[in-house]
């Protein structure tokens, strides 16, 4: 197993440009629901190998991105960052005004060098208020969100069993926990993995 130091003498090398490195994903989960758990070294304190926010420039393989509590961060991008938009991508996916978040270490230079991005990534409560051949309606604490199904991507996990492309359990009524990315400026997502049960 890859130790904290092991990894920031790789990402820091990967950020310096050396080359014929492991891909990121190897060092841990590209999966989104990892995006959620990462978890503060001390309730209360960021973490500092983690960032999110909007992002605002890109600068070849330096982002810049404002984060919700107000502080700037820059992300950079090496040979060996795992990129995920819905299902895994590069870089060249990522726009001006996406949301995203960035796990990876914290160089000297207060760079965050990532081993993981996610974009647009979302994590639901909600209740299943229609349901349709291409798509799925929710209601979110009051608001609607529309769900979209992804061909060879979306898939549903009932009662924590392995997941399936099978939507046919999903009820109306029933409360879920969806994984998705945002389409920015709407109401919209596209379906990742939709969590219930029947």
């Known amino acids: ?13 990967a950020a ?14 590209l999966a989104p629901e990892a995006a959620f758990a ?52 590069t870089i060249d996916q990522a726009r001006i005004g996406d949301g995203l978040y960035a796990r990876g270490v914290l160089l000297p230079d207060g760079i965050l060098a990532a081993e993981a991005i996610w974009v647009n990534i979302v994590n639901l409560t909600v209740a299943i208020t229609a349901i349709g051949r291409n798509g799925v309606q929710f209601d979110h604490h009051g608001q609607k969100v529309v769900g979209h199904v992804q061909s060879g991507t979306t898939a549903a996990v009932y009662n924590g069993t392995p997941a399936v492309s099978d939507l046919s359990m999903l009820k109306v009524g029933r409360h879920a926990q969806v994984i998705g990315a945002w389409r920015p400026g709407t109401n919209e997502i596209d379906i990742a993995t939709i969590y219930t049960s029947n």
């Open 38 to 89: 990462a978890q503060s070294p001390d309730a209360g304190q960021p973490d500092p190998n983690f960032a999110e926010g909007v992002i605002t420039g890109r600068n070849q393989d330096l982002l810049q991105v404002q984060g919700s509590d107000g502080r700037l961060h820059r992300i950079q991008l090496t040979g060996v960052t795992s990129v995920w938009k819905l299902r895994p991508t």
């Open 16 to 29: 310096l440009g050396a080359t014929g490195l492991v891909a990121a994903s190897a060092m841990g989960s």
């Open 1 to 13: 197993m890859t130790t904290t130091m092991d990894r920031r003498s790789l990402l820091t090398r």
